[in-house]
């Protein structure tokens, strides 16, 4: 990597963001990838984004399933992040639940079942927009895994101290 990218990364890492998986199902196998390029694309259809490389065969293998979960992460998953960003050090034991054409982590903060609506190139990477078909999630929030200076953390989702029920905007 030359200099400006190296720095540009190195930055760009000071921006927090949350930690996904992406799964789909191909031939009973569960094929994933750890993503922390996730947003919400729009609210009218329901659309989901995230990017990834053009080289990754699991991005290949969503691509011709055309449908995916996309499930956001508690920290206690921290070993499902490093196992599908490539980890493969350690055999750990992973609890999928499948319904509806569709494979999840159970105990996720969030799961969107999503069929791929559209792709767009995006230099080295793909951007993969989702109709979300379905979600599903828990009453409350567990404690939220984040990626942060290249570093896995966790983010408390309970508020610390009184919340304002109502906000002045000036």
Known sequence: MNEQTLSYR??????ATGVAV????????????????L???????LLILFCVRNDSRSGEAILRVGRF?????????????????????????LDFVRGDGFAWLNRSNAVFCCEVEATHPGGDHRIVIGRVVGMR??????????????????????????????????
């Open 22 to 37: 992406v799964l789909t199902e191909e031939r009973g196998q569960i094929i994933g990838l750890t993503v922390n390029s």
């Open 137 to 170: 999630g828990p009453e409350g929030c567990d404690q939220l895994l984040v990626y942060h200076e290249g570093r896995y953390s966790m983010l408390d989702p309970k508020p610390q101290g009184e919340i304002p029920t109502e906000i002045e905007l000036s």
């Open 69 to 93: 979960t996309v499930n956001v992460l508690t920290a206690r998953q921290k070993d499902a992040a490093r196992h599908f960003a490539g980890s493969r050090e350690n055999e750990i034991q």
């Open 10 to 15: 190195r930055l760009f890492g000071r921006f």
């Open 39 to 45: 947003t919400s694309a729009s609210l009218d259809p």
